[in-house]
């Protein structure tokens, strides 16, 4: 059973977490947003994945940081800020852990499964992964946290399953396919990263567990240990020779007579 303080302890640990988790994310899309103001200044190109080619390999490292259009950035902004604030909550070991993979894992599924001579940009693999791990790590966890936190990924960005395929011009379907498996295998990696949180009793599961350790101990599940342990309200005095005495009893005829 979970004392009071405890709780109270947790709750504070849970709010340090929050705010953590979403200082996190906005710092993130605060790069972003400047990272796309210094695009207006410079020929980014070269910063892309460009598939199978020796040079697109250094947009696996710069390539999230980029975006096309301010609807671009817009549309993973949101994506991050959630998704980045649920995992760091829910998992803030395995969420940290795993952002390397997200990261190289989206620019290296548009660089070996995209077109020759196209230019992949953009976070949305990232938040791909983000979505897939919290998922899969609901799944695989499965206390309260992690399903808790699975179904709210899967309820506002369930339609990232559909977008790992083919399925519009012009969307880095790739990135998006690569950071979902990155997601996935992060999720088998570092399932254990976090501990797992701490479970409220039941007032009939420390009932049972009270019984069963009377039973292993040799006692009846509610009997004492012995005797003398059953408290003694009062005691005859050692001096008191009142043993056998007679108590007579008054007739309504008005005689005395004695029980016999």
Not at 91 to 101: G, I, V
Not at 203 to 217: G, K
Request: glycine share 10%; charged share 15%; hydrophobic share 45%.
């Amino acid at each position: 059973m979970i004392s009071p303080a405890s709780r109270d302890a947790q709750r504070q640990a849970d709010r340090l977490r929050v705010r953590r988790a979403l200082r996190a994310s906005v710092g993130f899309v605060l790069l972003l947003w400047l990272c796309f103001a210094a695009q207006q200044w410079f020929n980014w190109a070269f910063l892309t994945v460009t598939p199978h080619s020796l040079p697109g390999l250094l947009g696996l490292l710069t390539a999230p940081l980029l975006h096309g259009s301010v609807e671009h950035l817009l549309a993973n902004s949101t994506g991050l800020l959630l998704l980045g604030t649920l995992a760091g909550t829910t998992y803030p070991r395995a969420t940290l852990r795993a952002l390397p993979l997200l990261w190289l894992g989206s620019g290296l599924g548009a660089w070996l499964l995209g077109e020759p001579d196209s230019h992949h940009l953009g976070a949305s693999g990232v938040t791909h992964g983000l979505m897939f791990l919290l998922l899969v790590l609901g799944l695989l966890r499965r206390d309260r946290a992690a399903i808790a936190a699975g179904m709210i990924a899967f309820l506002f960005f369930g339609g990232m399953l559909m977008t790992i395929l083919p399925h519009e011009a012009g969307v880095s379907w790739q990135s998006h396919l690569g950071g979902a498996l990155a997601g996935v295998l992060a999720a088998f990696l570092f399932r254990r990263s976090d501990p797992q949180p701490a479970r409220a009793q039941y007032s009939w599961e420390i009932e049972e567990a009270q019984a069963q350790a009377r039973t292993e101990a040799g006692f009846e599940t509610y009997e004492t240990r012995v005797p003398d342990d059953v408290p003694v309200l009062w005691q005859r005095p050692p001096d008191a020779d009142d043993r056998g005495k007679v108590l007579p009893f008054r007739r309504p005829d008005g005689h005395d007579t004695h029980p016999h």
